[in-house]
């Protein structure tokens, strides 16, 4: 409940509070806070939702959060972390390069996202999945399951970024059913494949 609590507005921490210390109704907050009563309802709904987030969190998640953090990290071991293949970040990001991979290209993501941000996106990417970058799942009338990020769509072929960052290339005669999924293409989980010292330095890297 604690980085819930870090990541909500200063609107948030005050209806939170009239809430849960002072014990005012809905109505009340509205009239303390001098807003209409359909925010107030918004904004102790996302209290609810980001602290329901928290109990159910991974504990190891929480130590690379926090270590993140806390420390500032070296952005210099950080990109020799991202070119890994333990990382495997290269295989679908590139970073300031004219080359198009299957996930965003992170030149100046600083500057669109707080460190706190990146954090997060890193530790759960399917948190939010940027337009032009959401999964397709396609199944080949002899039964395989490709998955992917759309390169280019044609009459005769449609290829797709693969989870390993190659370009698959599917016959249009050969697709049996394509679909949407909600999932990233980026797996939960890739920070168990590094220390966290090396995830922080990732982070400075970014």
Partial sequence: MEHAIRELSADHRTALT????????????????????????VLLTAVSAAQADDKDEDPKLVEYREHARKNKGNPGTGKKVFETDK?????????????RKA?????????????????DHVLRPG???LAGYGTTVVVTRTGEVVTGIVEKRGEEAL??????????????KDIAKEENSAASLMPEGLQRELAPAEFTDLIAYL
């Fill in 127 to 129: 948190a939010e999945i």
């Fill in 103 to 119: 996930g965003p290209n992170l030149l100046g993501i600083a500057d669109k996202y707080a460190r706190s941000q990146l954090i």
């Fill in 159 to 172: 290829e797709l970024f693969a989870v390993k960052g190659e370009v698959r290339r599917i016959p249009t």
């Fill in 18 to 41: 009239l809430a849960r210390i002072e014990g005012l109704t809905v109505k009340e907050i509205a009239h303390r806070m001098n807003r209409g009563i359909v925010c107030v309802l």
């Fill in 87 to 99: 990382a495997a970040c290269a295989r679908c990001h590139a970073v300031g390069s004219a080359e």
